[in-house]
């Protein structure tokens, strides 16, 4: 096994020089030149170029999850693209985890007074939210609304279909009314919504 | 017995020191001739010493135990009382058994595949669990307070540092069970939404303390969510 | 995109989905949980087992650059072992050194009491073992594995995956039989047929 390495193609078999090709093309993950191929396994490009063209015809069907692509003088394996959703799905759940505390006040913040300013999220929040901000756009959440109109021109965010589809919701007028807490915000839209007893009035604090 | 020379650093342990001696002097592990091992083993720390090189504590942990393992043979022993020196026989017998295994694992070894690394696909982030949408009610209510609590002071807060007044807890119990009775309950955090001196935080959380050990409130859940509840009487 | 991950097996070809099975080996390169594989694809993991062996006797042949492998309760692709020789000189590794003999003592003793703490392997070994658990779990041989519910609550260590494939186990249970007590040297080779009761257990020690 070990002189091969340092390449004398004969003495070996077709099949088994294909083989080889194969173990090298399969375990970079990314392309490797076919002249690279040929000097390892001491064999002309032409030979090498050869054995991936029957390597190609062997995996590149329809139902193939891997493909062979030839990307100028390399070739590399890559996944079949038309099973690139099931691959997410198996690789990708992890990104998926629920969201955070953190996000979803950021998510409620803009939800119930969009469009709003990054800053505003966070006056009302108290912290710096561009982590959270950056990840719920990332997620599809939030999206940019436009700039406002005041020095800085800061960012306006709301919230996207996406979001709708999440919280089920078939439009945003939809999202249960807001509760009263903290005195100031609620004339937005919610507390006209009858059934809520903690209208804002009921938190007025005596301090 | 056979003197031997070895290099401590040779060896994995005291306890692969004892093997060897054992073995090069065809010793029953059963029935160890303690006086005989201590002097061998002991000859080999010296050894080490001699040649000036550090004696990891684990063999002179080892030389310790050998020497009161010694000690307490000598000592006459009641029948059911177990030999001193089979503590060390199981040991020794542990130690081979991990050798033996060892040596087997390492006719299995091959390291000969070589693995791909993970194809790096663009990734798709967007979310899709999904949620019941009062949840975002919940999160409102918890965010709403914590800007207020957490908020830079303004400044009419420093003229407290001027005046600073202390706020009373007895008055805070009042304001705490009064919040309560209109309400029946509020997030933990909008009790001291409003509260922007740290005397009247304080008062109100000692209040709070008060009232939950008086069974007049009670707390619940965690984190921002969490809820104070007046007992008795729950919210209509 | 959605539809897969919850599964819906049905109106998808076999063939199709064994290609999506294989896709997903393929794009992880890590081993994957049989399990993983089934709920992606929305069929009983004794199909995706089913699909495995299929894909096992495609590729495991001599001539095959890439061979499919059982570990454990996950399948991962690998090169073929005939062939280490002409990848690792074709990707530039290095020869594995091979493990200290202190190395494979704390493995052999987790190996076949796992999951353990690193005081019973001290205790065993009667040497501290910090250093060498540590090289061993950055090697990906051994990995943590939740704590002991006692005071200090210790960290428990198990073998890995990559332990199974670098050790050419399809499973943990394929370890041959643990070598009997009493154990002079000699007897081990004896007792690996008959020798079944000299179980772990008596490796086993009170921590």
Redesign the interface.
């Known amino acids: 096994?070990?002189g091969?390495?340092?390449g004398e193609g004969e003495g070996v078999?077709t099949?088994?020089l294909?083989?080889?090709?194969?173990?090298?093309?399969?375990?970079?993950?990314e392309p490797?030149a076919l002249d690279?191929?040929a000097q390892?396994?001491g064999v002309r490009t032409a030979a090498v170029e050869k054995m991936v063209l029957a390597l190609q015809e062997k995996y590149n069907t329809p139902?193939?999850?891997?493909h062979l692509l030839m990307l100028g003088d390399s070739a590399q394996?890559?996944?079949?693209p038309a099973?690139?959703?099931?691959?997410?799905?198996?690789?990708?759940?992890k990104?998926?985890t629920?969201?955070s505390?953190a996000a979803?006040?950021?998510?409620?913040?803009v939800?119930?007074n969009q469009p709003v300013t990054k800053a505003f999220v966070?006056?009302?929040?108290?912290?710096d939210c561009s982590g959270v901000v950056g990840s719920l756009v990332?997620?599809?959440?939030l999206e940019e609304r436009g700039r406002l109109e005041l020095p800085g021109r800061p960012l306006l965010y709301g919230t996207t279909e996406?979001f709708l589809r999440?919280?089920?919701?078939e439009s945003i007028d939809?999202?249960?009314?807001?509760?009263g807490?903290?005195?100031q915000?609620e004339q937005e839209e919610g507390s006209d919504d009858d059934g809520e007893?903690?209208g804002p009035e009921?938190?007025t604090?005596?301090? | 017995m056979e003197k031997l020379q070895y290099k401590l650093e040779n060896f994995e342990g005291p306890l692969d020191l004892l093997l060897t001696l054992v073995a090069k002097n065809k010793i029953d592990i059963y029935d160890i001739p303690i006086a005989e091992l201590l002097e061998q083993y002991m000859e080999q720390i010296d050894l080490m010493r001699e040649a000036d090189l550090d004696v990891a504590s684990e063999f002179l942990e080892m030389a310790a135990r050998l020497v009161y393992i010694k000690t307490a043979s000598l000592l006459p022993r009641q029948e059911d009382e177990e030999d001193p020196r089979m503590e060390l026989t199981g040991l020794l017998l542990e130690y081979q058994q991990c050798k033996a295994a060892a040596e087997k694992l390492r006719t299995l070894a091959a390291f000969n595949t070589v693995t791909r690394p993970p194809e790096e696909l663009p990734a798709d982030f967007i979310y899709k669990r999904i949620h019941d949408p009062r949840e975002l009610r919940q999160a409102l209510r918890a965010a709403w307070g914590k800007g207020k609590s957490l908020m830079p002071p303004k400044p009419e807060s420093f003229s407290a540092l001027v005046s600073a007044r202390i706020v009373s807890v007895a008055s805070q119990t009042v304001y705490v069970l009064r919040t309560l009775w209109k309400r029946g309950s509020i997030a933990y955090r909008a009790l001291f939404a409003e509260k922007d001196e740290r005397s009247a935080r304080i008062a109100v959380f000692l209040a709070l303390l008060e009232l939950v050990k008086n069974r007049r409130v009670r707390v619940e859940g965690e984190g921002d969510l969490c809820e104070v509840k007046l007992m008795g009487r729950e919210k209509a």
Chains 1, 3 share one sequence.
């Not at chain 1, 139902?63 to 891997?66: A, P, R, T, Y």
């Not at chain 1, 099973?83 to 759940?93: G, K, N, Q, Y």
């Not at chain 1, 990332?138 to 959440?141: E, F, I, N, S, V």
Request: hydrophobic share 45%; net charge negative.
């Open positions: 096994m070990r091969e390495a340092d078999s099949e088994e294909a083989g080889r090709a194969e173990a090298i093309l399969f375990a970079s993950g490797v690279r191929i390892v396994l139902q193939s999850g891997v394996f890559c996944t079949n099973f690139i959703e099931p691959v997410r799905a198996a690789l990708d759940l990104r998926n629920p969201l505390q979803m006040e950021v998510l409620a913040v939800a119930y966070e006056q009302v929040r108290g912290v990332q997620k599809g959440l996406n999440c919280f089920q919701l939809r999202l249960p009314p807001p509760p807490e903290g005195g915000q007893d903690d009921q938190i604090l005596d301090v």
